[in-house]
């Protein structure tokens, strides 16, 4: 009798597995480049960070499928007059920790981002003072002067609550509390990062992936084996050698889409670096190659830049050219490096750490040899890459991706050129920068706006704070068993629309 059971348990057991009944995976496994170095609400932007808080806090609105504004902690908004934004936000949500969601939130988010460098860009133009709750579900915000971005640039804050954020010891750094479909289980730093379904969500409790977890791996191979092993379900960064193999298999998706990205060369331009000197800057704009750039860290997959912002940019115009960027001159390249002097040391190249740009400073190394300057390579983890950044005595060159929100190329050099100004520029020509920056973001019509970006555009190719080599596209690849992908923001997506098919 006994064994008589057993075999009906197996029969069942059997019959199960082969689909009657079977229940449909629900979680998802994704692998990233890069570890995300703080799940805090502010920090820098790199990408397994984004894609992260993208799940577990919200804002006042994202920017959802197709790049569109979508509501999310707040209901609706307007511009109440040209330097104020009133916000009508969503009531009955709550935070992880069971804490209610009001509008004094919102004006403490907006404090930490004042306090944060790697966020300045978010409120350039905030007027912190006079912004103000009237009740709990308003909130009016307040500029110093009209921009066209005040409004768009607000896409990425991540809302907290003052009390948890303070009771953290680290700023919400490794244990996060946002209002997001996806709450914080546990993480390995480095390693990997556990999320669980919000059951309490406000939006409804994701209903198919109620547990997602974000591997950190550095290797691109080893991304595409675990991909093909079954041990990660997506594949954030697919590298450009596994784009057609895989592509040619059936148990996988691939998608691509152009960047709003610009690998960029960005000059430390303080008198601790020799590329103070305009000429010493120009001159490297001469020597590199931006084809054999774009060969050496995409394989030729991408675009040769031809300025200093993507031609993904809702502002870019092809016709704006410059002979820095038509083709390598390094004859012309030496003859400023002769009128600017030679450095008399070895100047110091940093990145991120991605494999791309290894590839790319070697290449910057060689170029700068031609020139008979000497330069070193340092890798910095993309966690503090932002950080070190701000001390102009720890390098001169750095390969850094730059990009904007709003998808526009004025209110990127806006944020990376006079807010961050990693690059230390001073001095009348930055004067005049940040005049183009500001009249073109208050102008009264497109057509002035785009006279403006122009002279901006010039001002940069003549300049050179920041020299653009290639444009990014971004390529995923994932189980085609998951359903309903679709791209989020830039390149991001909602875990919680996601499913697997049985």
């Not at 629900?26 to 990408?47: K, R, S, Y």
């Not at 148990?251 to 691509?256: E, G």
């Not at 070895?346 to 990145?351: A, D, E, G, Q, S």
């Not at 001002?459 to 791209?487: H, K, W």
């Amino acid at each position: 009798m006994k064994k008589r059971a057993m075999a009906i348990a197996a029969a069942f057991a059997l019959t199960m597995s082969m689909g009657m009944g079977a229940a449909a995976k629900d979680d998802l496994v994704i692998a990233e480049m890069m570890d995300c170095g703080t799940l805090a609400p502010t920090g820098p932007t790199v990408e397994m960070r984004s894609d992260i808080t993208y799940q577990v806090y919200e804002g006042l609105f994202r920017y959802g499928y197709n790049m569109e504004m979508t509501p999310q902690l707040a209901t609706s908004w307007e511009q109440t007059d040209p330097t104020h934004i009133t916000f009508h936000l969503r009531e009955g949500v709550k935070y992880h920790d069971g804490r209610d969601f009001t509008a004094k939130d919102v004006l403490f988010t907006l404090k930490l981002n004042c306090e944060d460098a790697n966020t300045s860009g978010v409120i350039t133009y905030l007027d912190l003072d006079n912004c103000e709750a009237p009740d709990d579900y308003t909130v009016i915000l307040a500029f110093t002067q009209p921009n066209a971005f005040n409004l768009t640039k607000l896409g990425s804050l991540n809302i907290v609550n003052e009390e948890a954020y303070n009771e953290s010891s680290d700023g919400m750094a490794t244990n996060p509390v946002g209002t997001g479909p996806y709450k914080f289980e546990s993480s390995i730093p480095g390693v990997s990062y556990t999320f669980t379904a919000n059951e309490d969500y406000w939006g409804g409790a994701p209903e198919e992936i109620k547990k997602v977890t974000f591997n950190v791996i550095a290797e691109d191979s080893q991304r595409t084996n675990a991909l093909q092993a079954g041990e990660i379900d997506f594949n954030k960064s697919l590298q450009i050698s596994d784009i057609e193999y895989i592509s040619g298999m059936d148990d996988f998706t691939v998608v691509s889409k152009p960047a709003f990205n610009t690998e960029c060369v960005f000059f430390n331009m303080t008198e601790n670096s020799p590329f103070a000197s305009k000429e010493l800057r120009q001159a490297v704009g001469y020597a590199i190659d931006n084809t054999a750039m774009n060969a050496a860290g995409y394989d030729n997959l991408y675009i040769p830049a031809t300025g200093p912002w993507s031609s993904g940019m809702a502002d870019y115009n092809a016709e704006w050219t410059n002979e820095m960027y038509e083709a390598q001159n390094m004859d012309k390249a030496k003859e400023l490096v002769q009128e600017a002097g030679i450095p008399d040391r070895t100047v110091k190249i940093v990145y991120g750490g991605s494999s791309a740009e290894e590839a790319m400073t070697q290449v910057l190394q060689a170029n700068l040899a031609e020139l008979g300057i000497t330069a070193e390579i340092t890798s910095v983890d993309a966690g503090v890459f932002w950080s070190s950044m701000g001390d102009p005595t720890g390098w001169d060159l750095s390969l850094m991706s730059c990009s904007a929100p709003s998808g526009y190329g004025l209110d990127s050099m806006t944020a990376f050129l006079t807010g961050l100004n990693f690059q230390g520029w001073s001095g009348e020509k930055f004067d005049q920068l940040k005049e183009l920056c500001n009249s073109g973001a208050m102008a009264e019509n497109d057509d002035e706006r785009m006279e403006k970006t122009k002279e901006l555009w010039d001002l940069i190719e003549e300049e050179v704070p920041i020299y653009g080599m290639v444009y990014l596209t971004n390529t995923c690849a994932f189980d085609s068993r998951l359903e309903n992908f679709q791209i989020a923001d830039q390149f991001s997506f909602c875990v919680k629309d996601l499913s697997f098919a049985d």
